[in-house]
């Protein structure tokens, strides 16, 4: 067992790189906007490596292991889609031109392989060190899951002056050195002699901290399905880079989601209530799977259909 968990770590991380090689240098052209049509392609690309990915999981680990895969990948990707109005939002407030969006989330999504790494590692250990904690992420789950159940949707200028003079924000002018200007695709420029960064890496910094904020909900949600630091490990990842390309095609379509925030809400207290009845009786992941698409699926559908009305 030891040495297939070297070699599944190995060989998942190098799957990782030539995934994001891929996608750099094929599937990609620099600058170019990302439209509906390849958005839906690179998305469907990656949710087919996803499965093909699972169904080894299935012949090496078992049925349970395939399930707790498919049920953690499912919940990473329906809480991450929520998000997606956050980047949306700091792509408007920082005026970041569409053709210059994908480089950013593709780099992005080096920062969140490596801190939902540290995220997920950490939340293992001590989830096997001190069960009790298990109680501390329930109850820290339905707590979000009930204010966002209540919370209301409205983004206007508070948010974007939320997001423009944030504490990462000011911290980042005030350590480096930054230009005023966007120079295309760079991250970093010479001018006068002077190595500065540019606005298109201060946004990167920004997206990268938020993708931490993300995983304090994410991590201990899949953690309720499994304590398997290699399945929640790359489930998370695995929705991430399917739901980096999707951004294109959802960008457009998010403000028909009126009521996702509900559905989402719900499957956060469902997953919260399960840890806190962790000893006592344990949900099984088959149902945890039936809520989870009734709820996302449910809100999207009654979303869908408040805007035909």
């Not at 240098?25 to 699972?54: H, R, W």
């Not at 290699?230 to 998370?236: A, P």
Request: with cysteine; charged share 15%; proline share 2%.
């Amino acid at each position: 067992m030891g040495s297939f968990n070297i070699l599944g770590w190995v060989f998942f991380h190098v799957l990782i790189v030539v995934l994001l090689v891929c996608d750099l240098f094929l599937f990609t052209k620099k600058d170019q906007e990302i439209g509906l049509k390849k958005s839906l392609k690179l998305t469907a690309f990656y949710v087919l490596m996803a499965l093909i990915f699972n169904v080894g999981i299935y012949f090496v680990k078992g049925a349970g292991a395939a399930t707790d895969f498919f049920t953690g990948y499912l919940i990473e990707l329906s809480l991450s889609i929520d998000n997606l109005f956050v980047f949306l939002l700091i792509f408007t407030v920082f005026k970041v031109a569409t053709k210059y969006q994908h480089r950013v989330l593709f780099w992005g999504i080096i920062g969140a392989v490596l801190m939902r790494a540290v995220f997920i590692l950490t939340g293992v250990a001590l989830v096997h060190k001190f069960e009790w904690i298990m109680y501390v992420f329930g109850a820290f789950l339905v707590i979000t899951g009930i204010k966002l159940f209540f919370e209301k949707k409205e983004q206007g200028k508070d948010d974007e002056n939320e997001i423009k003079n944030n504490f990462t924000v000011r911290m980042a002018k005030k350590l480096l050195p930054f230009t005023d200007q966007f120079h295309e695709e760079k991250f970093m420029v010479k001018i006068d002699g002077k190595h500065l960064f540019t606005p298109l890496f201060l946004v990167l910094i920004v997206v990268d901290v938020f993708d931490i904020i993300f995983a304090v909900d994410s991590v201990p949600a899949i953690l309720a399905i499994t304590t398997d630091s290699f399945i929640v490990y790359t489930s998370n990842i695995f929705a991430i880079l399917g739901l980096r390309s999707m951004y294109f095609a959802l960008a457009g379509l998010m403000p028909l989601f009126h009521y996702l925030q509900y559905g989402l809400a719900i499957v956060l207290t469902f997953i919260g209530v399960k840890l806190l009845l962790i000893h006592v009786y344990k949900i099984p992941t088959s149902l945890s799977l039936l809520v989870l698409a009734v709820c996302i699926g449910g809100s999207i559908v009654a979303s869908l259909l408040k805007k035909k009305k």
